[in-house]
């Protein structure tokens, strides 16, 4: 049973190493969908728009790289639609605003951080609720395990992160490293690692054993919040932290089977009921330490020919040697793109800046209609419709909002450098040239059906 779940589990990763290869080589292309025509794409467009109930208020969620920014410039004239959708309040044009978020599976730093140079980027006040990076979901794990020791690994300002989320407990794995320095001896006598390390006196041996046991044992959840730089470091003391909890647990080793390998990985924040990831942990309870990663991705590309390795195949790694060690799979629960649980944490975000428009407009006189391309007042009349997600990236933003559910259209955009991808999922419902003629024409659409609506 144990060896079918690795298989399982060798097999999937196969395919999906293929998968990612083939759209990453496919990538620096120019113009990566030059599939249809602009009437083609017209009619695909207005077929599908058709059939979103158009009586409520639209809202977006834009994906950043390849769709508002490459290299750090403003494509387009996305600048300018940013302006037009933002309220007066916020210093923008438009009479009551329109909800939006920006949702990227970047990270490695605070969203108010990540807020204020979007500020900058496009001329308006972008609040740090507006901002979905890919760990932060993980903010809503503060109520399952803000009382215990919180372990951040990745690269970046991961520690503060954590913090600014009220995990109060907080622990890299480079602060383990330098206070118990024997659990990494590859890196014990590098003086790069330890320019002041003093060999470790015998007679300490037994005591400085238990205190570093004690300290992995002590670690309450795992959270791999960016990718790892340092790989042997960090994967040796997950290691440690994850088999040292297993180990505690009177179950002999190989025997646990608590979920199919791809429950474990994939469908724990699926369920469209719950709200957040949060709600998805309370069903997650590994005899390991729990296992949290803000983003899956096996591979991502870059001006090198070939793919560089991302977050999930430092867990893939992980996962491999877990399994060798314990006879078990290893278990953990992912967000970011495109995982349902993003997106439905993403939802809750956008209801709540609905709310936010509403009680800034109440409180002000500024709510006069000045009707442009954009839409007038059209936003904050009754609840979110329909949420229109926006990217240029296939596997990441397509499959992720055809996943979010009925409520969710997916927008692709060719501002990207990835071709159009031939796998089902990742089909776009709409598709247009730039994010400004996307976010007109969903609005207009809106707008239109709401005055011939009467609504
Ligand atoms: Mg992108």
Request: proline content about 6%; aromatic content about 8%.
């Amino acid at each position: 049973m144990n060896c079918n779940l690795g298989q399982i589990q060798r097999q999937a990763s196969k395919t999906q190493v293929v998968r990612h290869l083939t759209r990453l080589l496919n990538t620096g292309v120019t113009n990566p969908n030059p599939t249809f025509t602009e009437a083609e794409l017209n009619v695909f467009n207005q077929q599908h728009l058709s059939k979103v109930a158009s009586s409520g208020t639209p809202a977006f969620a834009f994906d950043i790289d390849g769709v508002l920014l490459k290299d750090s410039q403003v494509i387009g004239n996305s600048r300018n639609m940013i302006q037009a959708i933002t309220s007066r309040a916020r210093g923008g044009h438009h009479p009551t605003g329109i909800p939006y978020i920006f949702l990227t599976n970047g990270g490695g730093m605070r969203e108010s951080v990540r807020a204020k140079v979007l500020s900058e980027q496009f001329g308006v006040d972008v609040h740090e609720s507006q901002v979905c990076l890919s760990h932060t979901p993980l903010r809503t794990l503060v109520s399952v395990h803000g009382g215990s020791t919180f372990l951040a690994s990745g690269k970046g300002e991961v520690a503060d992160v954590a913090r600014s989320y009220g995990f109060a407990d907080v622990i890299t794995p480079q602060e383990l490293k330098h206070k118990f320095g024997n659990l990494v001896p590859h890196c014990r006598s590098d003086p790069n690692y330890f320019p002041d390390a003093k060999p470790a006196r015998r007679e300490d041996t037994a005591v400085w054993a238990a205190e570093a046991h004690e300290a992995l044992l002590r670690v309450g959840a795992i959270c791999v919040m960016h990718d790892p730089r340092d790989w042997y470091v960090e994967m040796q003391l997950l290691l440690d932290i994850l088999v040292a909890r297993r180990m505690q647990d009177p179950t002999p080793l190989g025997q646990h089977q608590p979920y199919a390998v791809q429950d474990a990985q994939y469908d724990l924040g699926l369920s469209s009921e719950h709200a957040c990831i949060m709600t998805a942990s309370a069903h997650y309870k590994p005899l390991h330490t729990p296992l949290y990663l803000s983003n899956a991705d096996l591979l991502f590309s870059t001006n090198v020919r070939l793919p560089r390795l991302a977050q999930g195949a430092f867990a893939e790694c992980l996962s491999h040697l877990y399994w060798k060690i314990t006879g078990e799979p290893l278990e953990w629960v992912a967000c970011g793109k495109p995982t349902p649980a993003t997106y439905a944490y993403a939802t809750t975000m956008l209801e709540g800046q609905l709310a936010e428009l509403r009680a800034e407009l109440s409180g002000s006189q500024d709510a006069g209609s000045s009707a442009s391309a954009y839409g007038s007042t059209l936003a904050l009349n009754g609840p979110i419709q329909h949420i229109y997600g926006i990217g240029d990236n296939p596997h990441a933003d397509i499959e992720g909002a055809n996943r979010a559910g009925p409520q969710w259209s997916s927008v692709l955009v060719q501002t990207g450098t990835i071709k159009r991808s031939d796998v089902p999922i990742q089909q776009p419902n709409l598709e247009f040239s730039t994010v400004d003629e996307a976010v007109k024409a969903i609005v207009s659409y809106h707008a239109t059906a709401r005055i011939n609506n009467v609504i």
